[in-house]
Structures are given as structure tokens and as C-alpha cells.
């Protein structure tokens, strides 16, 4: 497996990864699949091609891993938009949340996504490690993510997440966000040494 820095020619393969793991709205409050996609794990935020195609060319780092020409997955960090949204967060860290909003040593999970046909095999252990070293080499010294926690909560995510070193520091009020009526966050953070 080679990891690299996206392309405009990855664009059309990286938007199938996140529509096969995009949760789909129109199937909420259907049990067996609200319990899939708890199971399975699930992306919501960025919504079009569009957005794929922004993101390759102005995130802070885009990282796809690749296998015998097919993609596996990618990996999205990016700093730009910083949620201002204390009103909707309760922080359990005040030093992190300094950090968060005004560190130019920290940076953001924006997305991650792995191939369905490619779960299970490290694959977003391995971007996520590569990722880190790149930061580190760079000067950050901070890595947030946020994870979904309602209405439907992105199990997998958070157990990736914490085997990865990240601790909760901040979690998000339900409000309407991303289409759904309720939606509700945590805020992780990890130190990158």
C-alpha cells in the first residue's frame, strides 16, 4: 500500500469511497439501517464532488492510500474552519480549547474515510500515522477531530479514534447541523510528540 498526496485525477474514486459511506438521510428511522450504519460507521459534512474537489486543492494536506491502482481510502486535514460554536459546546479542557481556536500548531481531522471492501486492514491506522509524522516534521504539535455522536452515533469512529490516543475534550449540544434536526459532536484531541 502507498500513501500520497491526492489528486484532481483521484477525485472520481475518492467520491465513491465517501458515497458508499455517506450516511444516507432519506433512511432514518429505519432500525436495521440506523443499527448498519452505528455498526459500520458513516460520513456526514461534505456533501459534493464539489467539495472534493475544493478540498484537493486548498486542505492543508489531502492524503489518499492506494493499492495496485485502486484507492483505498483518504485522509483530510485541514484548519481553516474552526468551529466558533461555543454556545452548542461544553469544554472539558479550557488550555485545549485555547489551542483549538488560536494555535497556529494545531490542525484538524476534516475527514477520513475507508473503502468498505478495505475495512479491517489498517488502512486508516496507516493515514492517520502518516499524517502525524508529516505534522510533526512540519511544527504542529496539536490534532483535533470531531466525531458524531447524534443522532445516530458513529461507533466505530470513536473506538478508531481512542486506540489512536485522542481524548474528548469538548462535546456538542444537539442543534439542527448538516440537515439533521439534532445533531450532536465530541471534539477529541491528541498531542503530536
Known sequence: MTIRKATIEDLDPIFAIYQRVALDRSKL?????????????????????????????????FLVAEDNGSLLGYI????????????????????LRGIYYTSSHAMTVAGIAVDPNSDKKGVATQLLQILE??????????LYSI???????NCPTIVFHSKNGFKRIAMGRPRPLFDLENYSGALLSKSLK
Open 147 to 153: 466525531i458524531t455522536l447524534a443522532p445516530l452515533t
Open 133 to 142: 509524522q508529516q505534522l510533526i516534521a512540519e511544527g504542529f504539535t496539536h
Open 76 to 95: 483530510i486535514a485541514d484548519h481553516r474552519e474552526k468551529f466558533y460554536d461555543d454556545e452548542y459546546k461544553t469544554w472539558f479542557d479550557e488550555e
Open 29 to 61: 428511522g429505519d432500525v436495521s439501517y440506523e443499527s448498519q450504519v452505528q455498526k459500520n460507521g458513516f460520513l456526514l459534512g461534505l456533501e459534493s464532488k464539489d467539495d472534493y474537489q475544493q478540498l484537493i486543492h486548498e486542505a492543508y494536506q
